[in-house]
């Protein structure tokens, strides 16, 4: 199937109007943001909603605010906006590692924050990072906001905290001085999606590991995250020796799956390869050695 089956069309004019749309319409109603991955979905019909929720008109989602020692970042955000962004480049370089990394310039133009992780796909990217940075997901339903760590976001593949008549509106990542993230990814080919990919996020204090976030998308790791890798760094030295040995604790832990991408002990090296080299280059980063 090429061709999606038929549905209604609404364009949502502000974020309240889509929570309205969504209620109205019921279960059968799904929003689109960049339709990057909601439309090759319908084609297949693997989603048949009834009704379409155009958000892309939202554009108080669109925005990267700082916000004393938060920076939050607009779900409707592009994944291209947040590629060529001064303030997540000064604060966050892992997003920018992993920008450059995810999907073209076609789909980076049109494909948002808030849509790659509602989608939850189990090889997402950003997930990843937002985990790493122990970011906070903020979601918009009629009753007003609540806050969920990210880390608690996804609920398994292609599931999320995001309830049929809510919408994630925005994501907090705290800004930490003295600092410094990375993210890495093996793909086969520019612009697919991970055979295995790591982001981390480190802060050191006289030497000491006193904030740590390791993030791992592919690789079957629950909830994007590696907490014994990220235990048995916290409060140890900030050490060559300490990252390669998180590494090794990261592939120990994940759980990845045999695919056409790879068999799992490759993926399972590669988790652990990835950890290792993302804890050195934020180290380094957060060193002030390298942008
Ligand atoms: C060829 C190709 C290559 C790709 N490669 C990569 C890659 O390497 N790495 C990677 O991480 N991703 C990759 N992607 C996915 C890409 O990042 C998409 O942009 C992303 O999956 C979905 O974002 P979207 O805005 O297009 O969401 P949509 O397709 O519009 O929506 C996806 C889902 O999220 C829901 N949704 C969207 N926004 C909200 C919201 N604000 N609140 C509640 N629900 C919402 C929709 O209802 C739908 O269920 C690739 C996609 C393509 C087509």
Not at 11 to 39: M, N, Q, Y
Not at 107 to 134: K, Y
Not at 253 to 266: I, T
Request: charged share 25%.
């Amino acid at each position: 199937m090429q061709v999606p089956a038929q549905f209604e069309y609404h364009k949502a004019t502000s974020v309240d109007d889509a929570i309205a749309l969504l209620t109205r319409h019921g279960p059968e109603s799904f929003v689109v943001a960049g339709g990057h991955s909601l439309l090759p979905m319908m084609k297949l019909r693997l989603a048949e909603p009834e009704t379409l929720i155009d958000i892309n008109g939202l554009d108080e989602l669109a925005t990267v605010t700082v916000e004393s020692d938060h920076v939050r970042i607009g779900a409707m955000v592009r994944h291209s906006a947040l590629l060529s962004s001064p303030v997540i480049a000064e604060h966050f370089p892992i997003f920018t590692d992993a920008e450059r990394l995810i999907a073209d310039p076609i789909v980076r133009n049109r494909g948002t924050i808030g849509g790659s992780l509602c989608q939850a796909d189990p090889s997402e990217d950003l997930s990843a990072a937002f985990s790493a940075m122990r970011a906070t997901a903020v979601i918009r339903g009629a009753d007003g906001e609540r806050e969920v760590p990210v880390r608690e976001f996804h609920r398994g593949p292609y599931e999320t905290a995001v309830a049929h008549e809510e919408l994630l509106v925005a994501v907090r990542v705290p800004i930490r001085p003295a600092s410094g993230s990375a993210y890495a990814k093996l793909e086969r080919r520019a612009g697919d999606w991970a055979v295995a990919s790591a982001g981390a996020m480190l802060r050191v204090d006289a030497g000491t590991v006193a904030e740590v976030g390791i993030g791992l998308s592919a690789v079957g790791a629950a909830h994007f995250v590696a907490p014994e890798a990220e235990e048995y760094l916290r409060g140890g030295p900030a050490s060559d020796e300490a990252f390669v040995e998180a590494g090794r604790i990261s592939a120990a832990h994940c759980s990845p799956s045999a695919d056409q991408r790879g068999p799992v002990d490759y993926k399972r090296h590669l988790a652990g390869e990835l950890t290792t080299r993302v804890l050195r280059r934020a180290a380094r980063r957060s060193r002030g050695e390298e942008a």
